[in-house]
């Protein structure tokens, strides 16, 4: 670890920070803010939404945070640590223990069962040291240690209503099945930082309920939430409501 990415206290910092943080892209030779001088801070424990019209630049936050795209201007900290100081691996480490990443695409692999996607995570990076994963759990190999992650995955599986579907391929469950399962995957590190876009898209209201309520309770026992939503039913479970329009972040009143 470098000077630069050291981390700083944890008592100091909230953690996300998000500073002056703005993308420019260019469109047929224009540029223009996809993100535009959004600043914002989550605390461990804090559950924010942001609501927003299509393509006013909630996913390119998102990325941003998730150090999938990277900004034009400003900042951001993740746990302590400047995403744009990270390399490639410091990088994937950062999704793959800290942060817990529900992606409005389907990203499941498709050559595996569900319970196979759902351990992946877990099975990253054996040699490094993880707070987060009991280290018996850490290389999700043989014995002791992938059976218990295997009953963490189940029982997150059991929690969503999908672990009858443990056994089944990708091709073979519904776009809301693929959703839960895909959730299951983001929290299966237990992450301090669980980022979901669109989590409820796709779902019924019963399962939206049982989603919502598990992404609250993870924030009522110190997981930072920041969600991105259409769905006026999830965002009552959130603290704070954030409006991006045309780029910029205000406080919303709903
Ligand atoms: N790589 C890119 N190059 C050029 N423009 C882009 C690129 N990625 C996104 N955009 C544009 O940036 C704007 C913001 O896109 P973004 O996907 O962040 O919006 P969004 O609010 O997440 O939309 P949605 O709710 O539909 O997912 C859009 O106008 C989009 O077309």
């Known amino acids: ?47 924010v939404a942001i609501v927003g019209r299509s393509g006013n630049g909630k996913s390119t936050l998102i990325n941003m945070i998730a150090g999938l795209v990277r900004p034009t201007g400003g900042s951001v900290e993740v746990d302590g640590l400047r995403i744009a100081d990270l390399d490639d691996r410091g990088l994937s480490l950062l999704r793959n223990r800290t942060i817990g990443f529900v992606t409005q695409e389907q ?40 059976d218990r992650l295997v009953d963490r995955a189940l029982r997150l599986l059991e929690r969503l209503g999908v672990d009858g579907l443990a056994g089944c391929y990708p091709r073979e469950l519904s776009g809301g099945e693929m959703r839960r399962v895909s959730i299951a995957r983001a929290l299966v590190n237990d992450p301090k930082l669980i980022i979901a876009d669109e989590p409820t898209g796709d779902l019924d209201a019963d399962s939206t309920t049982t989603v919502m309520r598990l992404l609250r309770e993870r924030a009522d026992s110190g997981v930072g939430v920041l969600m991105v939503t259409h769905d006026a039913d999830a965002i009552d479970y959130a603290d704070t409501v954030y409006r991006m329009d045309a780029g910029t972040l205000s406080r919303a009143w709903v």
């Open 107 to 146: 990203t499941l692999l498709g050559n595996l069962p569900v319970l196979d996607n759902v351990i992946l995570p877990a099975t990253f990076f054996p040699d490094e040291k993880n707070e987060t994963v009991p280290s018996e759990e850490r290389d999700g190999g043989d014995g002791e240690g992938r």
């Open 1 to 47: 670890m470098t000077a630069e990415t050291e981390r700083r206290s944890p008592d100091t910092t909230p953690l996300l920070r998000i500073d002056d943080l703005t993308r420019t892209f260019t469109r047929r030779g224009r540029p223009f803010d996809a993100v535009s001088h959004v600043t914002l801070e989550l605390d461990a424990g804090g559950f």
